[in-house]
């Protein structure tokens, strides 16, 4: 497609008498380059340029050329294209959930919470080996909110921990305790924080138990209410 911030001149015509008629035309030209660049108008590139160099700005159209946030304006920091908020590239964001029962394998020992349905994703994926790692396309804060649906399938108090990390790390202060003790009784929990990710980062949210009769249960849709997963995931990236 032709630019409208880029002035190529055409070729000089050999006849003199066609000179003053090709200025007035190049003239014409160099005008409307320079009203668009003072206007802040950036054509859309369809291709990534080869050579970016460090505070380049493009428009990428988000199909031909998707720099990782769709349709989107991009800035290149020296080694990476991050888009700007607003338009289709708000910001990465995903929406997972489990529907199996989740069992611990044994007490007091930590594993991750599994998912099975991605409702839907951009820049974050579930990998495809272990179902607990949630991988990372682009750096930034990141809104986490997580819940899950307990069961205890016993009179015994039991107890379990929950908690992110962050390729296997555990992060600090962001855990949560809790003890049922009913039989049947199922309860849910939930908590939500800002978490700092790296591009290439997994995400786990890890979980143990003192008695394996607490399991994450799903629970099937009745006449009169949706289907309820063992466990919910819902990010969305806050700032680059």
């Not at 460090?54 to 080694?79: F, K, M, P, V």
């Not at 939500?192 to 979980?207: H, K």
């Amino acid at each position: 497609m032709p630019s409208n911030i880029k002035y190529v001149p055409l070729a000089v015509p050999d006849s003199p008498e066609d000179l003053s008629s090709y200025l007035q035309r190049e003239l014409g030209r160099v005008s409307e380059v320079i009203d668009n660049i003072s206007s802040g108008h950036l054509d859309k590139v369809y291709v990534e340029p080869p050579r970016p160099r460090e505070g380049d700005i493009r428009y990428a159209d988000g199909s031909d050329w998707d720099a990782g946030q769709g349709e989107n304006l991009y800035y290149y920091d020296g080694t990476n294209w991050i888009a700007f908020a607003g338009g289709s590239g708000a910001g990465d964001f995903a929406q997972l959930a489990d529907t199996t029962n989740q069992t611990a394998g044994a007490i007091n020992v930590e594993q991750g919470i599994t998912w099975n349905t991605t409702a839907y994703s951009q820049g974050i994926s579930v990998d495809g080996t272990d179902a607990s790692k949630i991988y990372f396309t682009h750096s930034g804060k990141y809104y986490i909110n997580f819940s899950c649906l307990l069961h205890s399938e016993s009179a015994n108090n039991k107890d379990i921990w929950i908690y992110p990390a962050i390729n296997g790390t555990a992060i600090t202060g962001s855990g949560i305790h809790h003890t049922l003790a009913s039989n049947d009784h199922k309860r849910t929990l939930a908590k939500a924080g800002i978490f700092e990710i790296t591009a290439g980062d997994y995400l786990q949210a890890m979980w143990a138990v003192n008695d394996l009769d607490l399991d994450l249960h799903p629970e099937a849709a009745t006449a009169f209410a949706p289907a309820t997963p063992s466990a919910t995931l819902s990010i969305i990236q806050v700032s680059q």
